[in-house]
């Protein structure tokens, strides 16, 4: 059905502004109910969420992470994207994106993105 595919580098040097987009098929952005999450996880850490965009455009963060995170779409791609700003070795994780639906959802296989000079 619904499948997501993560897309951007593998490694970003601190400070700079990490771009992840997330390629959706099986399913529109713009279904009513659905929301388009990020979600990380840093070696040997849980998982963080990091924020989502609604089918109809609402953004929702997390408060330790809304200062340096722009979450958008593009609804002609079919695609929905993650900027972080001022990186830090500390956002080295697994970056995930996610469908929260109403009972079920759906998950990308992940994308490693290393943060180092």
């Known amino acids: 059905q619904v499948q997501l595919q993560e897309s951007g580098p593998d490694l970003v040097k601190p400070s700079q502004t990490l771009s992840l987009g997330c390629t959706v098929s099986g399913g529109s952005i713009t279904t009513d109910y659905y929301y388009w999450n990020w979600i990380r996880q840093p070696p040997g850490k849980g998982l963080e969420w990091m924020g989502a965009?609604?089918?109809?455009?609402?953004?929702y963060y997390n408060p330790s992470l809304k200062s340096h995170t722009s979450i958008s779409r593009d609804t002609s791609k079919n695609q929905f994207s993650l900027q972080l700003n001022s990186v830090t070795p500390e956002d080295t994780a697994v970056y995930y994106c996610v469908l929260d639906a109403i009972g079920w959802g759906s998950w990308g296989q992940g994308t490693q993105v290393t943060v180092s000079s």
């Open positions: 965009i609604a089918y109809d455009g609402t953004t």
